[in-house]
Nanobody
Framework: QVQLVESGGGLVQAGGSLRLSCAAS????????MGWFRQAPGKEREFVAT????????YYADSVKGRFTISRDNAKNTVYLQMNSLKPEDTAVYYC?????????????????WGQGTKVTVSS
């Protein structure tokens, strides 16, 4: 079992930056593929970024490529999402997710564990 707790959300002006963190419990973190997703009001949850178990492979949604960076620190059981050049359309609740295989994935249904989410609001 893996428990995930996100932090780092908040209110920021357009063009600003935030770093989200996701702390994972359990002894399997270094074998879990991880992902970040987001859900805006009235919309479906969508893929943002994913990383494999050792951090060597990452993949991003086109909408965030070049602005967001996913990384992980297996010694701290934590995955991060550095968000730069934020836009109002990035406003959403951001969720961290883990899967029981070592590779990342862009599909919601491929993840086994989810955090409660952290809210990000970008003002124009």
């Amino acid at each position: 079992q893996v428990q995930l707790v996100e932090s780092g959300g908040g209110l920021v002006q357009a063009g600003g930056s935030l770093r989200l963190s996701c702390a994972a419990s359990g002894r399997t973190f270094s074998s879990n593929g991880m992902g970040w997703f987001r859900q805006a009001p009235g919309k479906e949850r969508e893929f943002v970024a994913t990383i494999n178990r050792n951090g060597g492979i990452t993949y991003y949604a086109d909408s965030v490529k070049g602005r967001f960076t996913i990384s992980r620190d297996n010694a701290k059981n934590t995955v991060y999402l550095q968000m730069n050049s934020l836009k109002p359309e990035d406003t959403a609740v951001y969720y961290c997710a883990a899967r029981n295989v070592g590779y990342g994935n862009r599909w919601v249904s491929e993840y086994d564990y989810w955090g409660q989410g952290t809210k990000v609001t970008v003002s124009s």
